[in-house]
């Protein structure tokens, strides 16, 4: 969990501009321990979010240093945890600032 908590981190930090937020949050919700990691950054198009999963998969356009290992790292403890990774917007109205969920169950 702590690489999944990493690298979701690393990745709000890279891509929020200066001066912008990166929120983490902790919750239980129904039988269900949420985490959530929240940026004020541009967000992930919706065509290019089951892409950000795979192996050296870089967003379009993007500027930011790496090798796009960080989400499919993510995705594959999740995978072997039984957990569920959830990408939405913070501010759904402009589709940016992204909300990643990793959604684990309690039992």
Avoid: C, H
Avoid at 41 to 54: K, N, Q, S, W, Y
Wanted: overall charge negative; cysteine-free.
């Amino acid at each position: 969990m702590i690489a999944i908590v990493k690298n979701l981190v690393d990745n709000a930090i890279r891509y929020t501009p200066e001066g912008g937020r990166v929120d983490l949050s902790v919750g239980v919700a129904e039988d269900n321990v949420e985490l959530r990691v929240q940026d004020s950054g541009p967000g992930i198009p919706l065509a290019e979010r089951e892409r950000v999963f795979d192996p050296f998969y870089r967003t379009l356009g993007s500027e930011q240093v790496g090798s796009g290992l960080g989400l499919a790292i993510v995705y594959a403890i999740a995978q072997r945890i039984g957990a569920e990774i959830q990408l939405g917007f913070a501010d759904a109205a402009r589709q940016t600032w992204l909300v990643g969920t990793v959604v684990l169950p309690m039992a």
